[in-house]
């Protein structure tokens, strides 16, 4: 470990290849020549390359012009998404069913009112977990890529990105279906053992602290509280349900006695939902591990963070100085799963990534089997553009070193200095001229006109998808831009503000 500013890692360290990634060397007939596209020269990593204006574009002038207001359809498609589409399913269904199940009409509800119940948290559990998740993005990769056609690729990204629609939804019913279990059995408390109606009383609390901690305010604003509080109220409401689901099924209303046990528990299904959720969220756990890892600070801005092995691009990583607390996600920087390293930029914000650069750890929990992000299905798409800004080129770099296909837009102010040699190593490496665009704020005099420059590099590049990675204001605006003119784009999951559009990356 080392905490020396700048402090870069030779080639040998980094198990890079000797070789050159392949770099699309001509492009079609019908495809513009690279002369022919109005966007700006790209600025040479080489720290021996001096910045002179022979090599870095002058910015044109700010003309000063209109704000243009976005137009609703804009904006109600953008709000609308996938997310919520999913969560007003998967809501609208349950509510239905517990309307019928109020008014009488479904026996079903009436006979196994714990399945649904523990059958809604199953789903809910179980589109959130990493190894599923990961199966998921593997079988789409794998038998869709390239081949289908675009819109059904494009709803297959959108979909991946969504299933925290079906999540909250999920969540939201099965706590629901609880309330009106228990509230049935306060109606008919004659029938039931006082001990049914506590855990049943405190089996729903939990669950509704539970949501609670995991609504968007708490978790974006309060990222510590939901992580302490969604987590171990969490696990209590499991251990609650346990109890909840046996001594329900145990009793006996005909007598009044425990007389139900062994075989007959096993035989419910409420028990055997109740197996895999607690299977679904006991697995990833077991891919716990205490980490080496190597820290460089080549600013006070950012910490670089390396870990042994190769990965595949499009992942990410979670890491935490504690083994159940507090995690943070990160997007992984690698060269394939050919090289010995991989990185992680972490931007020096929060209490966490500060306390990186104070005290440095030489060891660090992670999760070795790392979460897929919308990155990880540019695999599907014959070519494509990724544009991010500062640290969030963690989670694009990835996907342009190992995909000659993809085209680098990356937006950050003084970039050599603020990120180091490593991450500039890679970038000039791996990311040939020919599909990297640098814009440097500080040395250009400000912000670039991002629409004008990504839509020339759309129609050069003849690209499928944009991917987007920055903060609100920077998605928000590329986003919404991108819709306008027809340009199929996913961006970052902002959804603590009104309004805001809600894509993961």
Sequence with gaps: MSNKPALAYNDAEKGTLDVRSPQIADLAKDEKKASDIEVFAVQSLKKDA????SNVAKPPPAPAKPTKKTPLWVLWVIWYNSYRRFFTVVFTLNFIGIGFAIAGKWPY???????????????????RNE??????YWFVNTFFAKWTPLWFRLACTSTLQHLGGIHSGCAISGVAWIVL????????KYMFNDSILAFGVITTVMLFITICAGLPWVRNTHHNV????????????????????????AYDTADGKFDHVGRYVVQQQAFWYTVGMSVFIVLPWICTRHAKVDIELPSPKVAVLRFERGMQQGLLARISRSAVKEYHAFGIISEGTHAKYHYLICGVQGDFTKSLVNDPPRRIWTRELKFAGVSNTSTLYKRGIRICTGTGLGAAL?????????????????????FGPTISGLIHRHVGPERLLLWDSKVRGGRPPTMKILKEVYDYWQAEVVFITSNYVGNFEIQHGCKELGIPAFGTLWDFVSGSPEFSC
Aim: some cysteine; hydrophobic content about 45%.
């Design 50 to 53: 001096p910045v002179t204006p």
């Design 398 to 418: 990835s996907t342009c070193i190992q995909s000659p296909y993809w085209y680098l837009i990356w937006i950050g102010s003084d970039q050599e200095k603020t």
């Design 181 to 188: 279990m228990v509230v049935h059995q306060f109606k008919t």
């Design 131 to 136: 190894i599923f998740g990961r199966f998921l």
């Design 226 to 249: 939901f992580e302490r509080n969604h987590r171990f109220f969490g696990w209590t409401s499991l251990c609650m349900t346990w109890v909840y689901t046996i001594v329900t099924n």
């Design 109 to 127: 509800a009436a006979k196994y009112p714990g399945a649904l119940v523990i059958g809604n948290l199953n789903v809910a559990v179980l589109v």
